[in-house]
Nanobody
Framework: QVQLVEAGGGLVQAGGSLRLSCAAS????????MGWYRQAPGEQRELVAI???????NSAHSVKDRFTISRDGAKNTVYLQMNSLKPEDTAVYYC??????????WGQGTQVTVSS
């Protein structure tokens, strides 16, 4: 059983910053990739940023130059540093991981609210 536990969400004013973290626990070998998705009310879940075990990263155009994904492989933890937050970044942010067998795991989500 693999668990992904997110932390760091909250309420922030536009222009502010938040740092999300996601720690994996349980029985697993290693992850091929870890990342962050978000879902706003009435919208589909969308990819925010992803990082592979080789530290290759990719992020959505809407967050480039504002959000940075990083990881600590020894701790099986992935981070999302979010700067210059905008009201449109308001969403539930989900951590996701894919193991070497292609199995996907999801966290429970953490709310990020950006006020204008």
């Amino acid at each position: 059983q693999v668990q992904l536990v997110e932390a760091g969400g909250g309420l922030v004013q536009a222009g502010g910053s938040l740092r999300l973290s996601c720690a994996a626990s349980g029985k697993f070998s290693s992850f091929r990739a870890m990342g962050w998705y978000r879902q706003a009310p009435g919208e589909q879940r969308e990819l925010v940023a992803i990082i592979t075990s080789g530290d290759n990263t990719n992020s959505a155009h809407s967050v480039k130059d504002r959000f940075t994904i990083s990881r600590d492989g020894a701790k099986n933890t992935v981070y999302l540093q979010m700067n210059s937050l905008k009201p449109e970044d308001t969403a539930v942010y989900y951590c996701a991981a894919t193991d070497v067998y292609g199995r996907a795991y999801w966290g429970q989500g953490t709310q990020v609210t950006v006020s204008s």
